[in-house]
């Protein structure tokens, strides 16, 4: 038999929204929720994003 132990599942909420009308089209922001946790986090870029995700699965990697 394989020892080996899949990684949990973690599932995220996010919330993306446009901001202000005056802004460009391609400004918004999101919020995202690590849902296991309940960790929230206000992010305005594709980079945020990931690391926000790589952060919490490398924590719950090592709980």
Known sequence: MDSR???AAQIFVVRV???E???P???W???IVHVASG???TIVSY???RGFIEER???SSHD
Do not use: G, Q
């Open 5 to 7: 132990r899949e990684p």
């Open 17 to 19: 929204a446009h901001n």
């Open 21 to 23: 009308p005056y802004l």
């Open 25 to 27: 089209d391609d400004h």
């Open 29 to 31: 922001s999101a919020t």
């Open 39 to 41: 960790a929230r986090r």
């Open 47 to 49: 980079d945020d994003l």
């Open 57 to 59: 699965r490398a924590r």
